[in-house]
């Protein structure tokens, strides 16, 4: 193959699912612009925000991926039961360590931002604020990657190829989403110094 | 069976990575929160910012899964006379060339339309396209860099490299966003 032929192939290949999470950064972006209230409020909360997305991309993305090799290997049935073992291990684990992983954000933009004596809301309002926005984020993630590999891999599409589009796409919006209505639940609850 | 399914075990298996790459999105966070008086004060600056830290780990995961795939076939040699090497990268740039234009657009357009343009048309496309093209090639570098390491260690290049491109191109968003705001808009 030609170098021209590979990068056509390549581009064309990748454009359709860049061009979807475009859509979702770009309306994860406008919610964020219409933020500025809130990130005044809570000086450190922009400096999370990166951990805080890149949190939802790494743990639902490595879920959907856990998911699908159970499927390809019939660890895993494509059906939503609470019963099932795997299915309750996975997402509970999931939802565990996007909390975990969200915390140590929340702490670690406190203490560095105090060491270097910048301006930084209380620990306990980030933790709130981190704690919230992963729990929101974390319920709506694992339906939407759950039902999205499960419907995929029942109409017979390779659910690894879905996976990586749905959960950039929809985890930006949700991410961005969730932490909107966690800053406003905390500030209105009184956080905030 | 490879994979304990308990939430002990994948706990164990995924948490230090995130741990780590956690801190490292810290770090990025903490170049955002250093023009945070002007990303609030050009708040279409700050619609730029998941869109642009999203693409750079897409464009970057999308390029390591590929160049995994023909790592894993046997159709990869790491020279730049390669043609899987050299196309790939290629259709990053261009990928990069063709999207970023249309998310400043886009950027300013929603801005102007929900709270109103305070940055003309041409600086928000300007200022997009030049963090693009930058991090296409900053995608490239890393990912053939993370590839071509994980090969040299034995390791498998799905495992490793996916993950450590993804976040690495998300503080290298951050980081090219703010060097180019430096540049064109302050």
């Not at chain 1, 931002?113 to 704690?131: N, Q, R, Y």
């Not at chain 2, 970057?60 to 023909?70: F, H, V």
């Not at chain 2, 990912?143 to 040299?152: E, N, Q, S």
Request: charged share 10%; hydrophobic share 55%.
């Amino acid at each position: 193959m030609s170098v021209r032929s590979v990068a056509r192939e390549a581009y064309e290949e990748a454009l359709p699912a860049l061009g979807m999470s475009l859509v979702g950064g770009l309306l994860a972006g406008v919610m964020l612009g219409g933020m500025e209230a809130e990130l005044t409020a809570v000086p450190g909360l922009l400096v999370a925000v990166p951990a805080l997305l890149a949190t939802r991309g790494n743990v639902y993305g490595s879920l959907g991926a856990r998911l699908s090799t159970g499927l390809h290997q019939g660890l895993v049935e494509p059906r939503v039961e609470l019963g099932d073992e795997r299915l309750r291990g996975a997402t509970a684990a999931a939802l565990a360590n996007g909390l975990l992983a969200s915390v140590v954000a929340a702490v670690a933009v406190f203490a560095i931002l105090t060491a270097l004596g910048d301006e930084v809301a209380g620990v306990g309002t980030l933790v709130a604020v981190s704690l919230v926005a992963g729990l929101l984020s974390g319920v709506a993630l694992t339906v939407v990657v759950v039902l999205v590999v499960f419907a995929g891999y029942r109409r017979g599409r390779d659910p690894d190829t879905l996976v990586g589009p749905v959960v950039t796409t929809t985890g930006d919006v949700v991410g961005v989403a969730s932490l909107l209505v966690a800053v406003r639940l905390v500030l209105a609850l009184g956080g905030g110094g | 069976m490879t994979t304990d399914w308990t939430v002990r075990g994948i706990t164990r298996a995924m948490l230090p990575v995130l741990l780590v790459m956690t801190m490292v999105e810290v770090g990025s966070g903490l170049v955002l929160g250093s023009f945070e008086a002007e990303l609030l004060q050009y708040p279409t600056l700050l619609v730029l910012v998941p869109v642009t830290i999203g693409t750079a780990g897409n464009l970057g995961s999308i390029l390591a899964s590929r160049l995994s795939t023909a790592f894993h076939l046997g159709t990869l040699s790491f020279s730049p006379s390669d043609e899987k090497l050299a196309g790939n990268a290629i259709a990053t740039v261009a990928l990069a060339v063709t999207l970023f234009p249309v998310v400043g657009a886009g950027a300013w357009a929603l801005q102007a339309v929900l709270a109103g343009a305070r940055l003309a048309l041409g600086t928000v496309v300007l200022v997009s396209l030049a963090s693009g093209i930058a991090l296409a090639v900053l995608a490239v570098l890393v990912t053939v860099v993370a590839t071509y390491i994980a090969y040299t260690f034995g390791l498998d290049p799905d495992d490793v490299v996916i993950p450590v491109v993804t976040n690495t191109c998300d503080v290298l968003g951050v980081v090219v966003l703010f060097s180019v705001v430096q540049l064109f808009v302050i």
